[in-house]
Structures are given as C-alpha cells and as structure tokens.
C-alpha cells in the first residue's frame, strides 16, 4: 500500500485521496471552497445559510468517510435563531483547490442518533 501526502495536507492511497479536519478547515480559511446547488436547495428549505455551514465545519468532526467518492460527512454545531443545533455537511475532495460542499442538512433524529453523530440502525422485522 502506497500512502503520500501532498503540499496542501491531502494523502494519496491507492489512487484515491483521503483528507482530514484540519485539511478541509484550512481551506474553507483560504476561501477555497464551493456550495453545491444541492446544498443551497437545502439551505433554503431548512432555513440555514452558508455561514452556518462553515460554522458547522470549522466546529465539527468527520462522521463518516467515503473513500471511493472521495467525500467526508461532518457534523458540527451551528446557531440558527438563538437555537444551537447540528448541522450534516458532506464535502468532497475530489479537486486538488477546492473543497465541495456537495449537500448540508439538519440531520433527522429518526435516521441519526443524539447528538447525530451515528447512523441509527434500521430494525429489521422478523415475520
């Protein structure tokens, strides 16, 4: 297995990269980010906006990783309207500049467990 890391802090394994926190937070602090139309389609629905995505971001933590796709899902927490709350950003690394934000989301208590750090599991019925 071949690991090596590039100037900005992302490692190569395998052909595929993998990225960090702190990799993915020094880049939203160089403005080397984009917003995905899907994540602004959330935004509006839910009644969050960008700063509250990056709060998100810089405060959180990778829940998740998706190797294969080269994407991360943070949790962080945000204020929204004086009221703390969770924030699910997924971020892909795929481009060598930026940062995505593909979606974000105020993640749902029935698919993920307090405080939204695990995927709840599905229950499976025995007939």
Not at 7 to 15: A, E, M, S, Y
Not at 35 to 64: D, P
Not at 71 to 93: Q, S
Request: with cysteine; proline share 3%.
């Amino acid at each position: 297995m071949i690991l090596l890391t590039t100037q900005d802090g992302l490692r190569h394994l395998n052909c595929i990269y993998q990225v960090n926190i702190q990799t993915i937070r020094n880049k939203i602090r160089e403005d080397d980010y984009l917003i995905k139309f899907h994540a602004i389609q959330h935004a509006l629905k839910e009644g969050f906006e960008r700063k509250h995505i990056v709060e998100a971001i810089l405060k959180g933590s990778i829940i998740e990783e998706y190797f294969d796709v080269q994407r991360v899902l943070i949790c962080g927490r945000t204020r929204l309207d004086n009221t703390a709350l969770y924030l699910h950003v997924v971020c892909e690394y795929v481009d060598p500049v930026y940062i995505e934000f593909v979606t974000a989301y105020i993640p749902d208590e029935a698919l993920w467990e307090p405080p939204t750090f695990k995927r709840r599991r599905r229950r499976t019925d025995n007939l």
